[in-house]
């Protein structure tokens, strides 16, 4: 297949266009860069850096590449940046992405797999997280995916337009030579792995009172791999089905004691704990069904332990850092 993937410099994006080279796939990776570096981009897949704001760039890019399908993963993803600056959250998610599918309509392109996010749950009512769940987002940064997701749902109904709008919870891990390197980081597994090969001086624990079995918030955490596993099967069902809708996670949740507890084990090193006040708009806990994506298309997670995550995320760190 010939696949366009946005964003696909990024840490998913890049694991995903990888794997989907490995397969024999002709790929088109599309990133202004503003969030990744040109070495990210994988060998062998066509790059084009350009922003998804550039409306004549990417419809030039559709209009040429001809694809099978889109996956969009290009984003900002920062929840905590969103409460500081929505304005540019609207403006990169929302807008940009209503700029590639107005290119998508004018170039007769009708399949799109879209990166959304736990986050457009917010606080959840229950747990685990079914996509029936309410969805009342409690930052810009989930809000601005949930408005894309209702932009999908309008395009699905008055135009035919084909999508899988993808959940993620907590992605981790890496694969063989490419793993999460966000810059600036803010995900947890990287930064305490930072701490375990000493590049940081110790893990700070946002909130101590959170009413989990050790006060400190609760995650759902998922191999890049068996997400991207998820794009394949999700991008095939689009052949058949014109949406789609489901949260990928594990289906376990860690507590962030518990998440440096893993490392501590899988490094051997000891890991320094830095404890701070809670930070707005943090539910207490976010864990995924993904019942509804094993039971409709088969996904079945390969790396569902945590351990396993952190020990790819491990190696890769180590080997980047050497
Ligand atoms: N990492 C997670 O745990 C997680 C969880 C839920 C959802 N997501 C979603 O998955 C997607 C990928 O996340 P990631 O962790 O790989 O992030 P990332 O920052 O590594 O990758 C995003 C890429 O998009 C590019 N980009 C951003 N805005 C762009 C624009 N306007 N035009 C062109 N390129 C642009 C950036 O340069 C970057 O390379 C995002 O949409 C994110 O919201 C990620």
Redesign the pocket.
Known sequence: MNILV?????????TVSRLLLAQGHTVTL???????RRE?VAPGATFIE????DRPCIERTLREGRFDGVM??????EAGESMKVPEVYFR??TA?TLTLLEAMLATGHNKLVF?????CYGEPEFTPITEEARLLPTNA?GES?LLVEQMLTWLNRIHGFRYASLR?????GAIEGYG?A?EPES?LIPLILDVALGRRASIKVFGQDYPTKDGTCVRDYIHVQDLAQAHFLALGALEKYGRLIYNLGSGQGFTVREVIDSVQRVTGKSIPVEEQDRRPGDPAVLVASSEKIKSDLGWQPQFPELDQIIESAWKWHQQRHT
């Open positions: 946005t964003g696909g410099a990024g840490y998913i994006g890049g599309y990133d202004n860069l503003c969030h990744s990210a350009a922003d998804l704001a969009h993963f290009a984003a900002l993803i990169n998610n940009s990166s959304s996010t736990a986050a940064y995916k993620y919870f907590n992605v981790a999460e966000h995900h």
